[in-house]
T-cell receptor
């Protein structure tokens, strides 16, 4: 059974600081996703990471993937208040019915990191 | 990307009744999924909605409680049957076109409260 662990689960930080959220997963997977969720809202897709060593950046957020270590990181640079949200990592697969061909599997989510950035 | 809409956005239902949630995607997609997010929690996959065949359910979810339809490549419904207060959650559908680099996009969710 695929397990996805995020840490920390709660993070309060000041504007201008850097920090990293970690996502470990237990079995081999095709894709790793990072999502953002604001209170009362749905999920916004941030990054999809496909291969070992993949690194993607968007603004102050950078995500990386190490498939050998089964670890992804989401790094926040010079945090600003607008980045306050809950961040989820999710890994494709892990259910009893893996896809075949070019389809996709449902996602197994981490518990989320509740990030508060204080002015 | 794909734009996903859900109806209703929220509902309050009585114990023992059922609620059907609709999910509409603005373009054809390969895969559609249904998730549940309990208050303050993460998301849990309920099932994969297969076009033209029975849905594939994850452990702990059964067809009698969560019947799913997917009549075409842009639409799916989830029914939550025989409601109890423990079913109070947000239900989200997602969609993916599959293939290399595909993303899974989420609908806005349906907030269900069972009294």
């Amino acid at each position: 059974e695929l397990k996805v662990e995020q840490n920390p689960l709660f993070l309060s930080m000041q504007e201008g600081k850097n920090y990293t959220i970690y996502c470990n997963y237990s079995t081999t997977s095709d894709r790793l996703y990072w999502y953002r969720q604001d209170p009362g809202k749905s999920l916004e897709s941030l990054f999809v990471l496909l291969s070992n060593g993949a690194v993607k950046q968007e603004g102050r957020l950078m995500a990386s993937l190490d498939t050998k270590a089964r670890l992804s990181t989401l790094h926040i640079t010079a945090a600003v208040h607008d980045l306050s949200a809950t961040y989820f990592c999710a890994v494709e697969g892990g259910g009893p019915y893996p896809h075949s061909g070019g389809g996709a599997d449902g996602l197994t989510f981490g518990k989320g990191t509740h990030l508060i950035i204080q002015p | 990307s794909a734009v996903i809409s859900q109806k209703p956005s929220r509902d309050i239902c009585q114990r023992g009744t059922s609620l059907t949630i609709q999910c509409q995607v603005d373009s054809q997609v390969t895969m559609m999924f249904w998730y549940r997010q309990q208050p303050g929690q993460s998301l849990t996959l309920i099932a994969t909605a297969n076009q033209g065949s029975e849905a594939t359910y994850e452990s702990g979810f059964v067809i009698d409680k969560f019947p799913i339809s997917r009549p075409n490549l842009t639409f799916s419904t989830l029914t939550v049957s025989n409601l109890s207060p423990e079913d109070s959650s947000i239900y989200l559908c997602s969609a993916s076109r599959g293939g290399e680099g595909n993303e899974q996009f989420f609908g806005p969710g349906t907030r269900l409260t069972v009294l």
